[in-house]
């Protein structure tokens, strides 16, 4: 009973060690965190304005209806497109984080590899994300308290989803073999399972997005990439827990000297 208590503690995933290791190696590789956030940021803001542009025209009219649909567009367009980069900074970051040291360019390398799972899951994701929200956000903006209450219902898969979301990009970089329905499927079950957990490192997440966010240049050179190493450090701070990485493996990061 002592040692099934003691092994149980070991592999309890904690999450400052897990942001500790994330940042610090962000700290580590500021090249690859600086050319991938920056790649990562002008190809979005291309991809948006490009949607946006493209759904405003075809709308015509600058109704509020219009302007809302040419963002949902740009934001689509933007998620949707950014897919396969960013499946190759999850894979470069995991092969970053178990030492394989792969060469930056090896980054852009792996976009043409990678490019149809990334596109699956990105446009799975923001599917999904549009659905649960303009569901949520509409019926909380009606008038009946009866449709407000299903909107406030709508907020809890949406707010279900995005943590998950966290899980699956570092999820399809450790399980290359997996199809994104499995790894749906996975990060849900991670999310159910590690729920107090995953609210701290979602919560970690959002304040270090808002200090991205308030600086400006840190959200053009700092953001994708930092949340690409804090996200998979995440990941793998809990596979111990499943017998799927060794206790040490999974913060090695932390024995560089």
């Known amino acids: 009973m002592t040692q099934a208590t003691e092994q149980t503690t070991l592999v309890r995933p904690r999450v400052f060690r897990a942001l500790g290791v994330g940042l610090r190696a962000a700290y580590d590789y500021m090249g690859t965190v600086l050319i991938a956030s920056a790649l990562?940021?002008?190809?979005?803001?291309?991809?948006?304005?490009?949607?946006?542009?493209?759904?405003?025209?075809?709308?015509?009219k600058r109704?509020?209806?219009?302007l809302l649909l040419a963002g949902l567009g740009g934001a689509a367009a933007?998620?949707?497109?950014?897919?396969?980069?960013?499946?190759?900074?999850?894979?470069?970051?995991?092969?970053?984080l178990i030492h394989d040291d792969p060469r930056w360019w090896e980054l852009l390398s792996a976009v043409p590899r990678l490019w149809r799972r990334g596109l699956d899951l990105a446009a799975l994701q923001v599917l999904v994300l549009i659905v649960l929200a303009v569901d949520a956000f509409y019926f909380l903006g009606q008038s009946s308290l009866l449709l407000r209450v299903v909107g406030v219902a709508f907020l809890y898969p949406l707010l279900f989803w995005c943590g998950a979301a966290l899980l699956q990009w570092p999820l399809a970089a450790e399980r290359p073999g997996d199809p994104v329905t499995l790894i749906v499927k996975k990060s849900l079950l991670l999310l159910l399972d590690n729920l107090g957990y995953l609210v701290a490192v979602t919560t970690a997440v959002l304040a270090?997005?808002?200090?991205?966010?308030?600086?400006?240049?840190?959200?053009t050179?700092?953001?994708?990439?930092?949340?690409?190493?804090?996200?998979?450090?995440a990941l793998r701070e809990l596979l111990p827990k499943y017998g799927l990485l060794a206790p040490e493996s999974s913060t090695n990061i932390d024995a560089r000297p």
Do not use: E, K, M
Not at 63 to 66: D, E, I, Q
């Open 78 to 96: 933007a998620g949707i497109g950014t897919g396969p980069l960013t499946a190759a900074l999850f894979h470069h970051v995991r092969r970053l």
């Open 63 to 66: 109704s509020p209806g219009a």
């Open 208 to 219: 270090l997005s808002a200090l991205c966010f308030a600086t400006r240049i840190g959200l």
């Open 40 to 60: 990562w940021f002008g190809l979005a803001a291309l991809l948006g304005a490009g949607g946006s542009g493209l759904l405003g025209l075809a709308a015509g």
């Open 221 to 233: 050179l700092a953001w994708a990439g930092v949340l690409a190493f804090v996200q998979t450090a």
